[in-house]
């Protein structure tokens, strides 16, 4: 989008290198679309797919397809949160009504979930690809907090995939917080917001040891807490160890 095509080329190649495989995403990200007509373009497509095809020769492709239907399900409805709210107002039937599609939604998936890993075992990236097993992940993590129990269940074996490269570690650092937070416990990594009732504004949920929380989250390949605040329109600076 900067016009310097060298660059781009050059970090799409690191990013195939370190085992890129959205090719889907590849070609239709508008943000490359002026790539398209370069040389050099066709043959880092022709790369990737061979990458791809690689990768997927030993996928389970029927739970594959299985498992990319349960996260599109799993994202549809949440894609379209900012833009009723903004229409209609979050005490709007149209959004009240979304936010009942997304639950129905949420509890046909998690029982397809639960199915899965009952049947697999967990579904790693080497299984299903990054994509898919992220789907697994994905819906877990909208669990509630009236089932935690079924999410404490499922944490050892995330834990166990993150280990072993099966599972993004920001991934598990979500649940991680996510778990401490249902469990009246402060966070880690800082990944959880709550509503201030007084301001009625995000506010960040405890953190423990603040002051290195950009510690721990440096170690798993997370932003600064403080770019991660922007997200959500906070200014964030975290404390010092002589200023907790």
């Known amino acids: 989008m900067a016009g310097d095509k060298d660059k781009a080329f050059a970090h799409l190649g690191k990013a195939i290198d370190k085992g890129y495989l959205n090719i889907s995403h590849l070609k239709q990200d508008s943000d490359l679309n002026s790539l398209h007509s370069d040389k050099r373009w066709e043959k880092l497509v022709q790369q990737l797919q061979a990458n791809v095809d690689k990768a997927e020769a030993n996928y389970n492709k029927p739970l594959k397809a299985q498992l990319e239907q349960i996260y ?40 397809q979930i639960i199915a ?29 907090q009236d089932q935690k129990e079924l999410m404490e269940k499922y944490l050892p074996m995330m834990r166990e995939a993150a280990e072993k ?14 778990v401490r937070m249902y469990n009246n416990q ?16 995000p506010e960040f949920y405890p953190i423990e040891d603040e002051a290195n929380v950009d510690k721990r989250r440096a170690t798993i390949g997370m932003e600064p807490l403080s770019e991660y605040a922007k997200r959500f329109g906070l200014e964030y600076t975290p404390p010092t160890s002589d200023n907790k």
Request: hydrophobic share 30%.
């Open 116 to 144: 899965i890993i009952e049947e697999h075992g967990w579904p790693k990236k080497s299984m299903v690809g990054g994509a898919a097993s992220q789907a697994a992940w994905a819906v877990i993590q909208h669990i509630g």
């Open 72 to 111: 599109e399900d799993d994202q549809k409805y949440r894609r379209m949160i900012s833009k009723v709210q903004q229409e209609h107002g979050s005490q709007s039937e149209q959004f009240q009504e979304l936010i009942r599609k997304m639950w129905a939604a949420d509890k046909e998936n998690l029982e």
């Open 165 to 178: 490269g099966e599972l993004q570690k920001s991934s598990l650092a979500l649940t991680e917080d996510r």
């Open 186 to 201: 402060p966070q880690l990594y800082g990944s959880q917001l709550k509503n201030n009732p007084e301001t009625n504004k």
